[in-house]
């Protein structure tokens, strides 16, 4: 029953696609569960962003007026400038690019938040010496010396340094942030489910699903903590403990302990949930952290509280570098937690590091 059903919606999603009857396309786009995407990309919202009202399981458009501080005539301010793909000029508010507009907002929002922690933990921001260049819908990957390079590049978000080393750490930096375009892969060409509409964007016909990173809040925060943090983890990848801070603090900023959850933009594999009881680390976890770095640092959100959780994980920074290991955390937490929780509270926390730590395990 349930095949001819499918069958059904398929046929119809066909009839809807190929003559566009009304009514119908705003039907399967609710049954697709692609309404956001159209109300989203509706002229009328323009600027747009996304955002999950509180207690609410799905996000929604906002919209939003650029305040006298933004260039009227790109979208770009003091703090960065957005670009599509490989040009240098920034992207016209004419435009009217979602994404651009997305992805200014929810920068802006993170540099409040980061803002808001160095003031209220006295631990300072480094800021970068020149507006970050964020780049929407790039297709290659970026290569030292040159910039873009021939790979193939999608579904993913990075923050690259400068193209040139001797620039790193100067004032002469440009720091930039590559949103890469969002591409579907279908299954191979005898997976009969690949070719029949209504199917064919599903698990059963489609290999590898679009991730739209611009479109994502949590991806945005993710991407700017680097930018924040870059002064003490750096922003390579070879740093262990960069891509579990950038988690943590895109989850403090969203409110909740999960990256990438906009069904939309960010499908399946894309969305990451961290623990809500973090386990002793075992050795892969030393090698590798993933989700335990950010479902540890989340559990002392939990354990102090939002402000006291996030100004000790903020804090523990300066005494962290870019060779920093899991192996480092218990030291560098116990001395940030010092500053922030005394008495039982600091002696409980030294144990339950202890515990989740324990001594030789990323030998």
Known sequence: MLIVISLFLALISGMARAHELDGLPDLMDA???????????????YPAYLYKPRDSLRHQVGKYRPDRHVDSEHVRCRHLAIHEDRSEQPISWRSRNTAASNV???????????????RKSGQAIVPPARP????????????????????????????????????????????????????????PWYFTWRWVPGFKNTFLGTERFPFDGARVPTVIYHEWAHVMTKSFLGIHRTAPLGEGYSDYFAAAIANEPIVGNVAEFAPFGYRRRFRDFVGPAVESDCKKPGLFVPSLLWSLRVRFGALRGDMIVWRSLSFLNP?????????????????????????????????????????
């Open 31 to 45: 049954l697709n569960d692609e309404v956001l995407l159209k109300e989203f990309n509706d002229p009328e919202n």
């Open 323 to 363: 060779q920093s290991g899991v192996e480092d955390l218990p030291v560098a937490l116990e001395q940030a937690a010092a500053e922030v929780v005394s008495g039982e509270e600091l002696t409980g926390l030294k144990k339950r590091l202890g515990v989740l730590l324990k001594s030789k395990v990323c030998e």
């Open 104 to 118: 200014f907002y929810h920068a802006h929002r993170a540099i409040v938040y980061f803002e808001s922690l160095a």
């Open 132 to 187: 970050v260049v964020v780049r929407l819908d790039t297709t290659v990957k970026w290569a030292m010396w040159i910039k873009f390079s021939n790979l193939p590049q999608y579904n993913n978000a990075f923050t690259y340094p400068d193209i040139d080393p001797k620039k790193w750490g100067t004032q002469n930096e440009q720091i930039e942030i590559w949103f890469a375009k969002p591409n579907r892969e279908y299954r």
